[in-house]
C-alpha cells in the first residue's frame, strides 16, 4: 500500500531557528515528490524532486531527496513568524500522476 | 487511519459529456470537503468547500453551474464537471477535514478529448 509518512506532526520553534521537516515514502511507480505550504485556502507549491541529491532552494527554504532511501527533507533557515503552517509532503506516483499526500507536519514559529 | 480515496484514478472523455469524481473518506467522518484544481506549475487551486447536507461555496471564478459539487453524506462528496470541454483537462483532488486535521485524496486525472 503506498504511503507517505511526515515526521514531526508538529514543531514549535522561535524565529532565527532552523527547522528540518521530514517525509519518507512508498509509492509504487514513483515519479516524483512533491512539498507544499498550507496555510489558509490552498497548499502553495514549494518544491517538485525528481532526482537524488540535488538540493532545491528558494529563499530561506531548500529541500532534497534520497531515492535510494526513500526519503525527502525540507529545510527552512531562519525562520520567521510567517512560516507558520502546515507543510505537506506529496509522493507522485504512475503515469497519471496521482498524488498520495503525508498528514502533514504543523510548524508554530513564536516570535 | 484517516484515508480519502477518490473514483476514478484517471478519465478520459468526450467534449460535451460529463464526468462525475467521488472522494470517500474511507475511515472517518469529514464535517467539510474541499475540492481543488491542479494548475501547471503543480500549484492547488481551491476550487469550493462542501458541508454535508448543505449547499457548496465556491470560490470567485469557478462555476458552480459547470462544476457540481453533491456532498450527500459525511463520507462522501462527488463533483461532476458538465459539458466538459479541453480545458476542463486537469488533475482534481480532493480533501476531507475532520476536527483539525485535513486529509487529501490521491486525486483524480480527467482528459477532455
Known sequence: EDKV?????????????????????E??????????????????????LTSSGIEKKSGRLSSILDKKELFSILNITATQTG??????CAGRRGS?????????????VKP | GAVVSQHPSWVICK???????????LDFQATTMFWYRQFPKQSLMLM????????AT????????KFLINHASLTL???????AHPEDSSFYICSARTGNEQFFGPGTRLTVL
Open chain 1, 5 to 25: 509518512v511526515q515526521s514531526p506532526l508538529s514543531l514549535v520553534v522561535h524565529e532565527g531557528d532552523t527547522v528540518t521537516l521530514n517525509c519518507s515514502y
Open chain 1, 83 to 88: 512560516d507558520s503552517a502546515i507543510y505537506l
Open chain 1, 96 to 108: 497519471q500522476g496521482n498524488l498520495i499526500f503525508g498528514k502533514g507536519t504543523k510548524l508554530s
Open chain 2, 58 to 65: 465556491y470560490e470567485q471564478g469557478v462555476e458552480k453551474d
Open chain 2, 15 to 25: 467534449s460535451g459529456t460529463s464526468v462525475k469524481i467521488e472522494c470517500r473518506s
Open chain 1, 27 to 48: 509509492v509504487t511507480n514513483f515519479r516524483s515528490l512533491l512539498w507544499y505550504k498550507q496555510e489558509k485556502k490552498a497548499p502553495t507549491f514549494l518544491f517538485m
Open chain 2, 77 to 83: 462528496s462527488t463533483l461532476t464537471v458538465t459539458s
Open chain 2, 48 to 55: 469550493a468547500t462542501s458541508n454535508e447536507g448543505s449547499k
